[in-house]
């Protein structure tokens, strides 16, 4: 299959044909193969990246910072930049541009920052999770499936639901769901906070009008539709649809974990949500970090603000996903995350011209 995104943007699902999707997969197995079998992959020296990240990250910085090792480049890790603060961002990017041959940004602020960092920069600009979509993640979370599944393009019509907090994260597996020719069903509360926003549902829409329009995509509150899925995502309580009048609520704040459980906890994925398929191969699948126990700081510190035996309880046993369920399917997760380095590689590759 023949690379199109040499000297491309990475920005958004939105942009990408399912031809180019494919060829990211591919590649990706492909990075994959070789760096398990101990193959040279290092076929960009003298090139350099730099990644801005102004939103916390532990598995993206890290797989940028070990991809671009392993083809080969140096790699810059820039928390303290003045771009947006005492620069413009067209300064920033035009310094950038001339000293890098891909810049990645992380940014929890609107996709047009992203597009408008691109229209100024003479290299490819990847986003590495923004407000709009988390490309690298869902490359990975693609390529993670179809080896669950049994191997490249055992995703075509297979069915993913995505269960809990509707408000944010079913926005990027859609456009995932649409790319691959997968149903896509968006199953939490039958209220706003937690429903998926108009714009999301439009967006989601249109993709599998234009790329998927055989397969179907389902918003609801009914669990019984989970019957023949076949695989479960979920994501944090914490992001609401943005229709309800904030995206996000104070994340130091009890309430933002915990003050609408009541709502959420028939969606907290458990071993009898996923019995609810019926499908004995079914798995779950989360982006982490992941609230499925007590054992962090956060952890301890809702512990210490929970005003009765109840909800401490639901915080020791997870809350968008219960931990014992999390740890029947932590061989899917953690490969989930380990196939960040293998995916954010081959779009390294792809957008450099591999």
Not at 224 to 231: P, T
Not at 337 to 346: D, F, S
């Amino acid at each position: 299959m023949k690379n199109s995104l040499m000297g491309k943007n990475i920005i958004n699902l939105r942009d990408l044909t399912p031809d180019q999707f494919r060829y990211l997969i591919n590649l990706s197995a492909t990075m994959k193969a070789q760096k398990q079998s101990g193959v040279d992959q290092q076929h960009f020296k003298n090139k350099n990246v730099v990644a801005s990240f102004e939103w916390s990250s532990t598995r993206t910085r890290c797989a940028f910072q070990t991809a671009c090792h392993d083809l080969g480049m140096g790699f810059t890790y820039l928390t303290n930049s003045h771009m947006g603060k005492s620069e413009t961002l067209k300064d920033t990017i035009r310094v950038l541009s001339g000293m890098y041959d891909a810049i990645v940004i992380r940014a929890q602020k609107p996709e047009k920052m992203f597009y408008d960092a691109a229209k100024i920069s003479d290299v490819p600009i990847i986003n590495a999770l923004s407000l709009g979509d988390h490309p690298t993640q869902m490359l990975a979370d693609a390529l993670t499936m179809e080896e669950q599944w049994g191997g490249l393009g055992s995703s075509k019509h297979k069915k993913m639901a995505f269960v809990g907090n509707c408000g944010g994260a079913p926005l990027y597996y859609g456009r995932l769901c649409a790319l691959l020719g997968m149903d896509f069903y968006a199953i939490g509360p039958d209220n706003i906070r937690h429903q998926m926003a108009r714009a999301h549902v439009k967006d989601i829409q249109d993709m599998f009008n234009k790329w998927a329009p055989n397969n179907k995509f389902i918003r609801s509150s009914d669990l019984n539709l989970l019957k023949g899925v076949d695989v479960i995502v979920t994501e944090e309580w914490r992001y609401l649809n943005p229709d309800a009048g904030q995206e996000v609520m104070d994340p130091n704040s009890y309430d933002s974990f915990m003050g609408d459980a009541d709502m959420l906890l028939p969606y907290r994925v458990s071993s009898d949500i996923m019995k609810r398929t019926e499908n004995p191969d079914i798995f779950c699948m989360h982006e982490l970090p992941s609230i499925h126990n007590s054992d962090h700081s956060i952890g301890q510190k809702l512990l210490k603000e929970a005003p009765n035996e109840r909800e401490k309880n639901v915080i020791k046993t997870g809350l968008e996903i219960t931990d014992e369920c999390f740890e029947k399917n932590a061989s899917a997760i953690f490969r989930e995350a380990e196939n960040r380095q293998h995916t954010i590689k081959a779009i390294l590759a792809a957008v450099l011209g591999v």
